[in-house]
């Protein structure tokens, strides 16, 4: 009798968490079908049942991953939908800190990508980024600035910067693991950040 789509639905997922588990240990050129496959449990002939070589599986990866990071349920898109001003900047931070602990394996993929495959996936992601800020925030950003609550300037990337600096400093407690990179607790830098962009924010 052949496999139930739900069987078929949990062996590409076990072989999906295998290859993360691998290529952000060893790397992508570092890691083989094969080592997928034993980690995986399954074989290789089942493996390649579900991607036809390494390069397919790596992509098909990246893709799922980019579509829950960019998914209106994650912390961030949470606090993009509730943003209201620039007293917000502290819950972006908070949500950025989540969203790197819960998407921290595909973060260590997009840098896999990045050095072994000269960043063909993330491209997608990093170049859609500001149309992800307008439709998520622009009408909200053009009524405070209509209202004088920020500056003429370019609201959207300001917003951007922010999520970027958030990012960077997470990245590197939680990926790098490099802790207190400001010197001070999680919260306490949080709340530096938001004050220097938010008064760099305001109009003047």
């Not at 060893?26 to 890691?31: A, L, N, P, S, V």
Request: net charge neutral; aromatic share 8%; hydrophobic share 40%.
């Amino acid at each position: 009798m052949p496999p139930s789509a739900q069987a078929v639905a949990r062996t590409r997922e076990r072989i999906h968490e295998a290859a993360i588990h691998l290529f952000t240990r060893q790397g992508f050129h570092g890691t083989s079908t094969r080592e997928i496959a034993t980690e995986a449990g399954v074989s290789l002939g089942n493996l390649y049942n579900h991607h036809k070589n390494k390069t397919e599986l790596f992509a098909a990866i990246m893709e799922e991953l980019e579509a829950e990071y960019t998914a209106p349920d994650t912390p961030l898109a949470k606090a993009f939908a509730a943003f209201a001003s620039l007293d917000d900047l502290e819950t972006l931070g908070a949500a950025s800190q989540k969203t790197v602990k819960r998407f921290t394996d595909y973060i260590r993929l997009i840098y896999v990508d990045v050095v072994e495959l000269g960043g063909e996936h993330i491209k997608r992601l990093f170049g859609g980024m500001r149309g992800r800020y307008e439709e998520l925030l622009g009408e909200r950003l053009d009524g405070m600035r209509a209202r004088g609550e920020v500056s003429a300037d370019d609201p959207v990337a300001g917003l951007m910067i922010a999520t970027i600096v958030f990012f960077y400093l997470f990245n590197m407690e939680h990926v790098f693991g490099v802790k207190r990179l400001f010197g001070r607790s999680d919260r306490e830098a949080i709340a530096t950040i938001s004050r220097i962009l938010r008064d760099g924010m305001r109009p003047r």
